[in-house]
């Protein structure tokens, strides 16, 4: 994940230049709820691409504390009330109500761009033509994704077609790991809770990719 180590102030991390130029903010709209609530924003890229600069944001983080970037992440990978509870557990507050600029108990500041809190208002391919919808759609082939549990910060490793859906990504999960009473598990990829109907190729998924896994027993 890279090297997030060091204990001087933290300076403003600047964003990465490759979305720079494709970042638009929208005035007056806003997404997310809560603390990861942020002004709404469209871009120029695609949802692989996103999916790849954010893994490019929490690898390069280098000034402040490499635990807290690890609870601010693991945070923006929950929904915003259990994000909330991490960062008061973490003892980490945020500034002007977002976790867009957020300060840990030894006064280190650290900040996160919108890019990395929320998906854009709209994809790069939400503008494609349709014949180049449907060819990417076919894009069908086996994967290997990690699942990482929010609790245990454990990985485990499944190999399905990226054409399954979520559930099925479950049962997999279920199959391979023979713990019925773990059946009541939430996915979330990119800081988004994923939706049973949906497929693995319809967020990007590539292989060695996380899912970040939020574990419930059953009863």
């Not at 709209?29 to 609530?37: A, T």
């Not at 980490?92 to 500041?109: E, F, H, L, P, Y």
């Not at 033509?129 to 910060?153: D, N």
Request: overall charge neutral; hydrophobic content about 35%; charged content about 25%.
């Amino acid at each position: 994940m890279g090297n997030m180590c060091g204990k001087s102030a933290a300076q403003p991390e600047p964003l990465p230049l490759s979305i720079g130029k494709n970042y638009k903010e929208l005035t007056h709209l806003f997404s997310g709820e809560g603390i990861k609530r942020t002004p709404s924003w469209e871009a120029e890229i695609t949802r692989q691409e996103l999916a790849v600069e954010r893994e490019r944001f929490w690898g390069t983080r280098s000034s402040g504390n490499r635990r807290i970037w690890l609870q601010l992440k693991q945070a923006i990978e929950a929904d915003h009330l259990s994000a909330a509870m991490l960062l008061q557990m973490g003892s980490i507050a945020v500034q002007n109500g977002s976790m867009t600029a957020c300060v840990d108990a030894d006064g280190n500041r650290y900040e996160i761009p919108v890019y990395v809190l929320n998906d854009p208002m709209r994809f790069a391919e939400d503008q494609v033509a349709p014949q180049r919808k449907a060819q990417k759609s076919m894009e069908v082939k086996e994967i290997e994704v990690k699942l990482r549990s929010m609790t245990t910060q454990r990985d485990c490793t499944v190999t399905l077609s990226n054409s399954s859906t979520i559930s099925e990504l479950r049962t997999c999960l279920l199959q391979q790991r023979q713990e019925q009473d773990f059946a009541l598990c939430r996915f979330f990829f990119s800081g988004k809770e994923m939706k049973e109907e949906e497929t693995l190729l319809s967020y990007g998924l590539r292989q060695g990719m996380v899912i970040q896994m939020l574990e419930a027993k059953k009863g």
